[in-house]
């Protein structure tokens, strides 16, 4: 049995560095504080999920390497189903993060672990089994390849799709432009970030939104970081703000947002407004501490915030 959710990309290790800048180009900066924590955008949104009471799964590769022996450790530990997660030759995927005081970061990422992650028979037909499945971009396009198949077969779950970077970054590791056009009306649900709207459509926000909707797009959640997000759907459409919390790091801010969609809007009953509400706060909460899961919140501290407010 699948469970409610199942994710497919990325378990990370994540180096964070506190730097006392973000260089410029043939600039420098120093590190007051050197971390390791655990990412990657599969695992946080399963993680984010499951947070929220979801039972999650995910579906990854990782090296055979010390990295890889890290990520599962934590994965072992975790409230994940990872019995679709699979160790093969290789290096695992890894992450470099630059952070300044403020919580605004960089991302550098290495490893060919993810690159090499195919879908097998049995992980089709464990995904087949949830209730909705949710990959990002960053997965390589034979995944996608095989997902989008699938996808548009009469009674698999609904799929989410995050754009989750520019087309250049996803060259040779993720998502081909040509798989991202057909996600837009292949996807129940189409998220993508303000970088990445830009490059991929020329605009964002809003804009970015209903240029997806006329698409195709049959739910678009387009996100715009600190100036919120606008959620369109089959149902209501909402402009949803951001919530002003003390930011500590920003590292998974969007993916708790995603995991509070897939909660609220993709399985729960809300309304546009209201899911978008529960996933803002669900991610605020996120960057009140370091790492990409430090601050997931449970349903009930989402709750809990929203009341206050």
Known sequence: MAPDIVTIGAATVDRQYLVSNHPEPDGGAFAHVVEETFGGVAANVATGCARLGREAGLVARLGEDDVGELVLEELRDSPLDISHVVRKPGTSTHCVILRDGGGRRSIATAGDSTKRLRLSAADLDYLAGADA??????????????????????????VTFDLSGRLAELEGRGARPASVDEWVDAASLFVVGEVAADAYLGCSGREAAVELRERGAARVASTRGEAGATLLGPASDADVPAFDVDVVDETGAGDAFVAGLLDAWMLGDRDAESAGRFAAAAAALNCTAAGARGGLATAAEVGAFLAER
């Open 133 to 158: 499945v949710f990959v990002t971009a960053y997965a390589p396009d034979r995944v996608q390849r095989a997902l989008l198949e699938r996808a548009r077969e009469d009674g698999f779950p609904p």
